[in-house]
């Protein structure tokens, strides 16, 4: 948690975490221990086709989940859906098709996000026939070297707009092997105090951002996005037209704090990546214009 220089309270959390209740290497206590000793304020214990309940973790909020994968051939689809902040079991059998589970996570109150769709090698035309999902994992902390590839999915995410589909982007560990992608990839959620309402309607009113460490405050006026941050090495405005000399700024020397993108005419959506000195991203979600 930390409270920016307006006065507005962030919360530090994580919506996808596997312990050894499915194919996690540590202990669901264990777990939680290890993220609340690295200051987040929430986590969500989401192992495969097992429901936890959300409660008090001594100092952390522990949200209920859990994912649902199915398929298992890329050229058939493979979706793993992450349920975040059930309020009951779906009752839920492997085999059902990604819709009903994201119908079904909804019924039972709880927040479908789309997992590591780079690393599942989805195909966006056909995601974007999916209806209901709350968010989209922009960055998967174990799709990452060492333990896996294909951690990044903001090709995929762009893709998914230009079908129309602007699904808020998280960044999450989907911490199975605690071999260093663990406690790297979260969200920082405008929140007064870690309750679940409050969380998940921010998600997906977009008052969030991704971060593997650096912070900032991403404002528009018009179609004039600025981006104020702790001192980076770049920022990069993606945006949905093929040209424009103004969409990067760069300082070898980690410099930057402040960066401004006047929108092309052909623009109609921005996003906001930064990277600091350690190699380390944050991401916006998308501004529509």
């Not at 990604?98 to 590591?116: M, T, Y």
Request: hydrophobic share 35%; with cysteine; glycine share 8%.
């Amino acid at each position: 948690m930390y409270i920016d220089k307006n006065g507005r309270t962030w919360l530090k959390g994580n919506l996808h975490t596997h312990t050894t209740r499915s194919d996690g290497r540590r202990s669901p206590e264990d777990t939680v221990a290890l993220y609340r000793e690295n200051g987040y304020d929430f986590i969500a214990l989401t192992d495969h086709w097992t429901v936890s309940e959300t409660r008090d973790g001594g100092g952390i909020l522990e949200l209920s989940g859990c994912e649902y994968d199915i398929g298992g051939d890329p050229r058939a689809g493979i979706y793993h859906i992450v349920g975040a902040g059930l309020k009951k079991d779906p009752q839920l059998k492997r085999g059902t098709p990604a819709q009903d589970i994201i119908d079904a996570i909804r019924d039972a109150g709880g927040f479908p996000i789309l997992a590591h769709p780079a690393w599942s090698l989805n195909d966006p035309a056909s995601a974007a026939q999916l209806k209901n999902l709350g968010a989209v994992e922009i960055f998967n902390s174990v799709s990452d070297l060492p333990c896996n590839c294909r951690p990044y999915s903001g090709s995929f995410c762009d893709l998914l707009a230009l079908c129309g589909v602007f699904l808020p982007l998280v960044a999450t560990d989907d911490t199975h092997f605690y071999r260093g992608e663990q406690c790297r990839s979260y969200i920082m959620v405008r929140a007064d105090k870690p309750d679940p309402d409050e969380i998940f309607a921010a998600v997906a009113a977009r008052d969030f951002y991704a971060t593997q460490g650096p912070l900032m405050t991403v404002t528009q006026s018009g179609r004039d996005i600025a981006v104020d941050c702790t001192p980076c090495v770049s920022v990069a405005f993606f945006s949905d037209s093929v040209w424009s000399g103004r969409r990067a700024v760069y300082d070898e020397n980690g410099g930057i704090t402040h960066a401004e993108y006047k929108a092309e005419k052909s623009d109609t959506f921005v996003r906001v990546e930064i990277r600091d000195k350690d190699g380390r991203y944050a991401w916006s979600s998308y501004i529509n214009l």
